[in-house]
């Protein structure tokens, strides 16, 4: 049985908003990540581990705040002290994690079905989210990720690329509808293809 998506039956595939005489490989491109496996990964405070001698698929933990460390797989970000976030599209991740992460020292939580990701790709994919974000787009740079807002619901925003801007962002499945409305309706302006 495969699971279905949280966007499954919202997302709309096509041309939308203001395109007229735009060429569509300039128009912004809005897409739902799907069979991403999510972990959260805690360590606990009395855990005498040393996280700089771990390694998940040959990448280090992020040390500071809104940093991420990244391969073509698999993308770790910094989520709050002692607490990271592993996005990857590997199928054996979560058993990765479990052979790397001694379980007394750290809370392993696979959160794949609990989380939605949508990608809005573009060079105006900053002005779209700052239409409902408080975060300074102007100074983002690649692999940084942040937790915040957009239009009141909680999301992480993970710059994967700035050419052109891409942006990966987390929310809970059961807000998924609503920031999907929010973010296509704030990329009407620029003209957006659903993929």
Not at 166 to 178: A, Q, V
């Amino acid at each position: 049985m495969t699971a279905i998506t949280p966007l499954e039956f919202i997302h709309k595939r096509g041309i939308f908003g203001d395109h007229h005489k735009k060429n569509e490989s300039d128009l912004l491109k809005i897409l739902e990540i799907k069979n991403l496996t999510i972990i959260q990964i805690v360590k606990y405070k009395r855990s005498k581990a040393n996280i700089n001698e771990i390694k998940i698929d040959d990448l280090n933990f992020p040390k500071q705040n809104s940093q991420v460390n990244s391969n073509k797989q698999t993308r770790i970000l910094w989520s709050g002290p002692r607490t990271w976030l592993i996005l990857s599209n590997k199928e054996n991740a979560i058993d990765l994690v479990k052979s790397n992460c001694n379980e007394a020292d750290f809370a392993i939580t696979d959160i794949s079905h609990s989380r939605a990701v949508i990608q809005i790709k573009g060079f105006q994919a900053k002005e779209v989210l700052k239409k409902g974000c408080p975060i300074n787009f102007n100074e983002f740079t690649l692999n940084k990720c942040a937790g915040t807002v957009f239009n009141g619901i909680t999301i992480v925003v993970d710059l994967v690329s700035d050419n052109p801007d891409t942006f990966n962002i987390l929310t809970l499945r059961s807000f998924t509808e609503s920031f999907y409305h929010h973010i296509t309706d704030s990329a009407l302006e620029f003209g957006y293809v659903g993929v």
